[in-house]
């Protein structure tokens, strides 16, 4: 049993280093990192696999409970993806709607489709730009996200895609 924890605990922190060095960034706290009057439209509490390409760069999860486990929210500014490993440490990624990010944050949401692939299933695709050149990858980069219904997600994002940045819901400024 001692073995067995201090292998658990050498894949948590070893996890933990390799992600604040080389991942998105990574929290020891659990809840989603959402902004000061930030919306949630529509959320997907677990998804059965993701993959990301851009260039070169092609990475691939899948949902393993409790070793790791990915989330999805659409909120009034972005797509966020959670990934949980072994419940303790959390990493995000966002994509920002056009006009609704931080300066500083530079991932576009360029459009979004579905699509079944017919190893892993059903999958909601977000293409996306960078406004900054990375060293590991292109500015396009593909995120596919594999869970059941896709279409209801896509149809939100499309919808968040199209309305202009500091419209109500009605269209009026």
């Given at each position: 049993?001692?073995?067995?924890?201090?292998?658990?605990?050498?894949?948590?922190?070893?996890?933990?280093?390799?992600?604040?060095?080389?991942?998105?960034?990574?929290?020891?706290?659990?809840?989603?990192?959402?902004?000061?009057?930030?919306?949630?439209?529509?959320?997907?509490?677990?998804?059965?696999?993701?993959?990301?390409?851009?260039?070169?760069?092609?990475?691939?999860?899948?949902?393993?409970?409790?070793?790791?486990?990915?989330?999805?929210?659409?909120?009034?500014?972005?797509?966020l993806v959670v990934f949980?490993?072994?419940?303790?440490?959390?990493?995000?990624?966002?994509?920002?709607?056009?006009?609704?990010?931080?300066?500083?944050?530079?991932?576009?949401?360029?459009?979004?489709?579905?699509?079944?692939?017919?190893?892993?299933?059903?999958?909601?695709?977000?293409?996306?730009?960078?406004?900054?050149?990375?060293?590991?990858?292109?500015?396009?980069?593909?995120?596919?996200?594999?869970?059941?219904?896709?279409?209801?997600?896509?149809?939100?994002?499309?919808?968040?895609?199209?309305?202009?940045?500091?419209?109500?819901?009605?269209?009026?400024?």
């Amino acid at each position: 049993m001692k073995d067995f924890l201090i292998v658990v605990t050498s894949i948590i922190f070893i996890s933990w280093c390799a992600g604040r060095i080389f991942g998105p960034p990574a929290s020891l706290n659990m809840l989603p990192s959402f902004l000061l009057g930030e919306k949630v439209l529509f959320l997907k509490r677990w998804v059965l696999a993701a993959s990301g390409r851009s260039g070169l760069y092609y990475r691939w999860s899948f949902s393993i409970p409790p070793v790791m486990e990915q989330g999805l929210y659409v909120t009034d500014r972005r797509v966020l993806v959670v990934f949980y490993i072994f419940r303790t440490i959390k990493f995000e990624y966002s994509l920002w709607f056009e006009g609704r990010g931080k300066p500083v944050d530079n991932e576009v949401v360029k459009e979004v489709n579905v699509g079944k692939s017919w190893i892993v299933g059903p999958y909601l695709e977000i293409v996306s730009e960078s406004s900054v050149k990375q060293w590991c990858r292109s500015r396009r980069c593909q995120v596919r996200i594999f869970m059941k219904n896709p279409e209801s997600m896509r149809r939100v994002i499309t919808e968040m895609i199209t309305k202009v940045p500091g419209t109500t819901d009605d269209g009026n400024k």
